[in-house]
């Protein structure tokens, strides 16, 4: 019987460790703001204690609300719980997002990289685009904002 709890230990250690690591820093949580105020991307975002992302986009005369999904984050190894980098996916009535973030060493610095797919036929081309965003505040503030309709 020792034998086997020894032989079995490592993987309810390597359990346990995988459960725990998808909890994410709460680094991310709050509100962030695009650093480039003439941005046509993404102006803001907000992470709450849910794990749950809020993205705005670049529209006159307020920001586009782009809805919430799931906000996963990511250690550099299986057993690192220390994560500085996190992903999101939307999948909107006219493209897919996949949205990619990287915490600064600072942390109150993140890079956003968002990668468009459309859905819809218009034959726009598919891009990329990178963005740098500051934290303003720790408390997640929802804005006025006009509304993106999600894919059904």
Not at 25 to 39: H, I
Request: with cysteine; hydrophobic share 40%; charged share 15%.
């Amino acid at each position: 019987m020792k034998v086997l709890l020894r032989a079995l230990a490592p993987v309810f250690v390597a359990t346990a460790m995988v459960t725990t690591a998808e909890a994410a820093p709460s680094q991310f949580v709050g509100t962030w703001v695009n650093m480039n105020s003439k941005t046509q991307g993404i102006v803001k975002f907000t992470v709450d204690t849910n794990m749950k992302i809020h993205l705005y986009g670049a529209c006159a005369p307020t920001p586009c609300d782009i809805g919430q999904t799931n906000f996963y984050t990511n250690g550099t190894h299986v057993a690192d719980m220390n994560h500085k980098a996190a992903t999101a996916i939307y999948n909107l009535s006219f493209k897919q997002m996949l949205v990619t973030f990287k915490l600064s060493a600072n942390s109150g610095r993140v890079y956003m990289e968002h990668y468009n797919r459309f859905t819809d036929n218009s034959g726009r081309q598919n891009y990329w685009m990178g963005e740098r965003f500051r934290k303003v505040s720790t408390m997640v503030e929802v804005p006025d904002a006009q509304r993106i309709e999600p894919e059904n």
